[in-house]
Structure formats: C-alpha cells, structure tokens
C-alpha cells in the first residue's frame, strides 16, 4: 500500500539512520602532525573486493589537509558513551584545540597505517589508505582502502565477529543523534519465512 506522501524542501541530503563516526588522523607537517579527530557522517561502504569505504570532508577543514598530507585515516564507530565526545569533535577545529586531550580520548597506533592513530575507546576501528580523491560537490570524497580493523573483544560473539547490539552504536539524523535499535533479522531471513510469518514480521 503506498502512503500519502509531504513533499519537503530539498535543502540537503536526508538518508537516514546515518553513522555516527570519528576519523582520527595526523598530517606530516607543522602544523598538521598532531593527532586530530573530526566527526562525520557523511562516510558509506563503497567496495566489498577491495574493501573500500569513503568519508567526504570538506576543504577548509584542518582534518582534510591532515588526510591529504598522509594518506591514512582511522574510522571509529561510536556507541553511546561517545556520543558527547563526537559531538564536541564535530563542532571544533584540531586548529585551534587538541582533540584528544579535550575529550581523554587515547590515540593508539592500528596495524598497517604508520602515521594515523586509532582511537582506543572506540568498540570498533577501521584503518584506511586513501587510494583515491575525488571531487563530489562542495566536499572531496576520500577513498580508503581498508587495510586493518580491531573491535573490542567486549563486543565480538562466540563467532569472534562483531556483535553490533553489544557495541551500543549510535546513528545520526537530521541534527540529532538516535540509538540503533534491536536486530530483526538476518541477511536472507526472507526466503526462509512462510507467507503467514512474513505477515506478522
């Protein structure tokens, strides 16, 4: 049944439940070699084989020089204890404050990247090599290809996998941060449903 539907005023991108994520990273030169974090949610999966992922920052960003001097940066998912720390990372400059330190958060070196540091109070980072930059409107899209990942062992399940609802992850949506919800289901749990079970799902 299709539902009646208020055109809205397109002012910006609305996919929603986006992620929260911080990106750490550290430039090579003065004054961009110092361990920094920006907040995005602007970041999607863009490649299975190679894995690759992709965060568009804008130029005037202090990250965005830092990144592009490296080419490396960390993505690190956020539960619910981060959510203030992302936050204030997202509303500050690494210009003018040291990041880490404001928020006690810990740079912890992730194997395979030799310059951008992880964040160890993340449940889950993602080390990335830039393998490309691409210009996508007024931000420039960094191609990463994923080259390490290390998950808090309080969130993998008896699998060694990453067990999301444990890891308490937080989306973001329209200005506003939102708890991610329970797990209904696994990839492929359709076929297996009957008509009546389908109904009731």
Same mark, same amino acid.
Do not use: H
């Given at each position: 049944?299709?539902?009646?539907?208020?055109?809205?005023?397109?002012?910006? @991108?609305?996919?929603? !439940?986006?992620? @929260?994520?911080?990106? +750490?990273?550290?430039?090579?030169?003065? !004054?961009? &070699? /110092?361990? *920094?974090?920006?907040?995005?949610?602007?970041?999607?999966?863009?490649?299975?084989?190679?894995?690759?992922?992709?965060?568009?920052?804008? =130029?005037?960003?202090?990250?965005? =020089?830092?990144?592009?001097?490296?080419? %490396?940066?960390?993505?690190?998912?956020?539960?619910?204890?981060?959510?203030?720390?992302?936050?204030?990372?997202?509303?500050?400059?690494?210009?003018?404050?040291?990041?880490?330190?404001?928020?006690?958060? @810990?740079?912890? !070196?992730?194997?395979?990247?030799?310059?951008?540091?992880?964040?160890? %109070?993340?449940?889950?980072?993602?080390?990335?090599?830039?393998?490309?930059?691409? /210009?996508?409107?007024?931000?420039?899209?960094?191609?990463?290809?994923?080259?390490?990942?290390?998950?808090?062992?309080?969130?993998? *399940?008896?699998?060694?996998?990453?067990?999301?609802?444990?890891?308490?992850?937080?989306?973001?949506? &329209?200005? /506003?941060?939102?708890?991610?919800? %329970?797990?209904?289901?696994?990839?492929?749990? +359709?076929? /297996?449903?009957? *008509? @009546? %079970?389908?109904?009731?799902?």
């Amino acid at each position: 049944m299709r539902l009646a539907k208020s055109a809205l005023k397109v002012s910006s @991108t609305i996919l929603s !439940p986006a992620p @929260t994520l911080m990106v +750490s990273c550290r430039g090579v030169e003065p !004054p961009y &070699n /110092k361990d *920094n974090v920006i907040s995005i949610a602007m970041a999607a999966t863009l490649s299975t084989v190679p894995p690759l992922v992709g965060i568009s920052i804008k =130029q005037v960003r202090f990250s965005y =020089q830092q990144i592009r001097e490296s080419m %490396e940066y960390v993505i690190n998912l956020v539960g619910r204890d981060l959510v203030y720390e992302a936050d204030w990372c997202g509303v500050k400059s690494g210009r003018d404050y040291d990041k880490f330190a404001e928020c006690s958060l @810990t740079p912890a !070196p992730i194997p395979n990247l030799s310059i951008a540091p992880a964040i160890a %109070e993340s449940p889950l980072s993602i080390g990335c090599r830039v393998v490309d930059i691409l /210009k996508v409107g007024s931000y420039d899209l960094f191609v990463g290809e994923v080259v390490s990942v290390e998950a808090d062992p309080a969130i993998l *399940n008896e699998k060694g996998l990453p067990d999301f609802q444990k890891a308490g992850l937080v989306s973001y949506n &329209n200005g /506003k941060y939102y708890d991610i919800g %329970e797990c209904r289901g696994n990839l492929g749990y +359709s076929l /297996k449903l009957k *008509n @009546t %079970e389908r109904l009731q799902a």
